[in-house]
């Protein structure tokens, strides 16, 4: 009874749950109504149990200290965040859009680069970014397909509107929370799900599965693909094994690929064996140590003339890095309108950038109202909340600025939506983003209905990223 | 299959095995010692399958629950169960996707029960036996799993290489707690209450009592324990099963690892399946079992050059 008791509703923060006028909104009576039936020992009951299914089943990542690992839980909200059929059709729409101008600029950008010669991207900000990649210039990717899966975050501003906080085209992780915080709901309020018409998210694996084999050079019935992991020190292994495992291909480590004549084979008990499709959860610059970061163990020597020979495929393509830059970001919008000459579908968040000095004073005053991103820094590092920053850290990032603009961005503190969140005992509004995944392949753009909802469990917080003490939950898109 | 996950594969069985094995013997120790407490010392049982020196040893050898802290729970010692359990979980981590879900899961639980600081607390004042009963189901659930979930393919034969090759040095090591100091004085070791607990502490007692009628006899342990094929902690079922399993690797690839490797479990098979007691006391029972020792060691590093290469 008294769960949603002094639930606080912030007229200038957008919650999931309750209208402005402190009503629950429709999608969510159901669940409302649900979780007032339970006691709050019951409630502290499930999700213990939630938590004793993540720390058995193994998902977890290990927190290495004094030469000893600890498994940690990334931490699960029992609360679903429901995401109502109309909603999800714009996100769905804005997303296949946005995609879509993606993979054409990057084509363009490494091929005869029309938008920089027209000025609608200027030329100088691809070349400063760190993650365009000469090595990609005229290198024919199969199916002009760059960005195969793509993470792009969602936040919702004190209306309800969507934004676009930032395009995820590389490595973009957390999928395998989408289909295990599923999972876990459905053991901890089972029925909960059909009552509620929510649509399935477990055939992600399925669909990547069939892109990924879609791709093979080879035209050959069971083309080999693979999940190359940077191994199990890295904090995304679970995510690794997850999908492996649930796509039934191979998990490899760099060490157990050898390129040989310009084609890429696994080591087997059986001798080598060819590898037609890598989906690669190692970043570009640990790739190949032959062309980019010659320190790294965790790539293969050799791998990128393989791939631009046409000998393998590569998932993401290499050199994406240069469309989610943060200052390229910028020109999304205008790309939508460039290559598809249609208006965008989701919005972004106002942008300013910092090499330009008129947009840079205007940050500097008000640098109190604002939200200082590096731009080729992800996960929630190299962020100063102008809000809450402490004098010394302000100044510090002003230096930083002054001396070298084009590594800034700012924008204005977007407050994100809240949603209630189990804590202690009660629910509490806590702030949420959104990271549906879309995949791209030759057959076209599929999004599953659902997503990643990350939320910032510290009250008051606007940061969601996992290092940085946030969690999840369970993403419902209702079917109608 | 990937070279590395065959040896990892290997490897989590091979840890377990060990594990198994050790909290077996930990038991047959704590039983003599409430038997014979003048007598009993857990030296024999330290310098085979701890790293301490003489001293360390000393300081301990008569304390049983300090010896159980260090061979299970001690952090600091590299075979204590504890880190036993967390190098098979490490392998099992690595290769998640070419075992059965169940199969990890058991062995993440099992981990994740070595870690609770409850297990320590048990250790120090509760019954042992039970204590150390828990930790063996916790291995037999692992077995099981295994066995009624496992693909039948080239992945749970190295897992059974791994195991039953363990078991032969295990087996042969629980030997050498008796006979590491005496120069095959068999007929001098007729401690049956030693014997007794030995068997059952590889579920052997009941098959003894049912087959030699004759009471306690060093040299009928020592048989049953090496030589029959039936038994299935004996160092040559093990053996047999060591042939069986690998049999299983035979392909058109690899033919010189294999034929190199067939080789020489057949020459380890039938120096056992060819030998009895009289024979291995004319050697002495102490350099048999380092024989047999080496022996698997060489087995494992040519699987290592075979089959598990890959840097």
């Known amino acids: ?480 | 299959m990937l070279s590395r996950v065959a040896d990892s594969l290997y490897w989590m069985s091979r840890y377990l095995e060990r594990t198994d094995n050790i909290l077996r013997i930990l038991i047959m120790n704590h039983q003599s010692s409430q038997d014979n407490p003048e007598e009993f010392s857990w030296k024999p049982m330290l310098k085979i399958f701890s790293e301490l020196d003489d001293d360390k040893i000393a300081a301990i050898e008569k304390n049983g629950r300090q010896v159980l802290h260090y061979m299970v729970v001690d952090k600091e010692n590299p075979s204590s169960v504890f880190n036993m359990v967390s190098r098979s979980r490490e392998n099992a981590r690595a290769v998640q996707d070419n075992i059965t879900k169940e199969l990890w899961q058991s062995l993440n639980e099992f981990y994740h029960y070595v870690r609770d600081p409850q297990l320590e607390a048990s250790l120090r004042t509760e019954d042992p036996v039970t204590v150390l009963d828990t930790l063996i189901r916790h291995c037999m659930v692992f077995y099981g799993v295994s066995d009624s979930t496992m693909f039948r393919g080239e992945g749970l034969c190295f897992m059974n290489l791994g195991k039953y090759l363990e078991r032969v040095v295990q087996t042969a090591s629980i030997l050498e707690v008796k006979f590491k100091d005496k120069e095959s004085e068999l007929e001098m070791t007729n401690d049956t209450t030693f014997w007794k607990y030995l068997l059952m502490s590889i579920s052997g007692y009941a098959l003894y009592l049912k087959r030699y009628r004759s009471g306690f006899e060093a040299r009928n342990v020592v048989d049953q324990v090496l030589f029959n094929v039936d038994f299935p902690h004996s160092v040559l079922y093990s053996l047999n099963q060591v042939h069986r399993q690998f049999g299983r690797l035979r392909s058109e690839h690899n033919t010189e690892g294999y034929a190199r490797i067939d080789n020489l479990i057949g020459k380890i098979r039938s120096k056992i399946q060819y030998a009895d007691v009289a024979s291995v006391l004319r050697v002495g029972m102490h350099n048999y079992l380092t024989e047999i020792n080496d022996d698997v060691n060489a087995i494992g590093s040519a699987l290592n050059q075979y089959y598990f290469a890959y840097s």
């Open chain 1, 1 to 480: 009874m008294e769960l949603f008791k002094n639930y606080p509703v912030d007229s200038r923060v957008w919650d999931e749950m309750y209208s402005q006028d402190s009503k629950v909104r429709e999608q969510y009576q159901h669940v409302y109504d649900f979780l007032l039936q339970i006691s709050s020992d019951e409630l502290s009951k499930k999700e213990e149990l939630a938590r004793r299914l993540f720390m058995s089943q193994g998902i977890t990542f290990t927190v290495y200290s004094s030469g000893e690992g600890i498994e940690k839980i990334f931490p699960f909200d029992i609360i679903p965040r429901i995401i109502t059929a109309a909603e999800w059709s714009l996100v769905e729409r804005g997303i296949k859009q946005r995609l879509n101008a993606l993979n054409l600029f990057l084509k363009d950008v490494y091929h005869e680069q029309f938008i920089l010669k027209d000025g609608v991207v200027p030329a100088e900000l691809v070349y400063s970014c760190p993650h365009f990649l000469r090595e990609m210039q005229g290198v024919n990717v199969p199916h002009d397909i760059y960005v195969h899966i793509a993470g792009i975050d969602l936040i919702r501003d004190h209306d309800g509107t969507f934004y676009v906080l930032e395009d995820n085209l590389r490595t973009p992780s957390g999928v395998s929370y989408m289909i295990e915080n599923r999972e876990i709901t459905k053991r901890i309020f089972p029925d909960l799900i059909p009552q509620n018409f929510v649509r399935p998210v477990t055939q992600y694996p399925t669909i990547l599965h069939r892109n990924l084999q879609e791709l093979s050079p080879r035209k050959t019935s069971s083309p080999n693909v693979v999940l190359l992991t940077p191994g199990i020190y890295n904090s995304a292994y679970f995510e690794h094994t997850t999908l492996a495992r649930l796509m039934g291909i191979e998990l490899v480590e760099g060490r157990d690929l050898v390129v040989e004549n310009h084609k890429v084979f696994m080591k087997t008990t059986a001798g080598l064996q060819q590898v037609d499709v890598i989906y690669r959860r190692v970043d570009d610059d640990f790739l190949d140590p032959l062309v980019f970061n010659p320190e790294s163990t965790l790539g293969v020597s050799g791998l990128l003339s393989a791939y631009r020979k046409g000998n393998v495929a590569i998932v993401n393509s290499i050199g994406n890095g240069v469309a989610d830059d943060k200052a390229i970001y910028v020109y999304v919008p205008d790309m939508i309108r460039y290559y598809l000459n249609e208006e965008p579908i989701l919005k972004n968040v106002p942008t300013y950038r910092l090499e330009k000095p008129e947009e840079r004073e205007e940050v500097l005053k008000n640098i109190h109202k604002m939200v200082v991103k590096k731009t080729n820094e992800s996960g929630g590092y190299g962020m100063l909340m102008g809000n809450s920053a402490s004098e010394e850290e302000i100044t510090a990032y002003k230096k930083e600025i002054i001396k070298d603009p084009r590594q800034f961005i700012a924008q204005p503190i977007i407050s994100l939506s809240s949603s209630p969140c189990y804590i202690n005992g009660k629910a509490q509004p806590r702030r949420i983003d959104l990271r549906p995944f879309a995949l791209c392949g030759p057959s076209g753009i599929e999004i599953v209905a659902g997503g990643l909802t990350r939320v910032a469990l510290r009250e008051g917080s606007l940061v969601v990223n996992s290092s940085q003490g946030g969690g999840s939950k369970d993403t419902w898109v209702l079917a109608k």
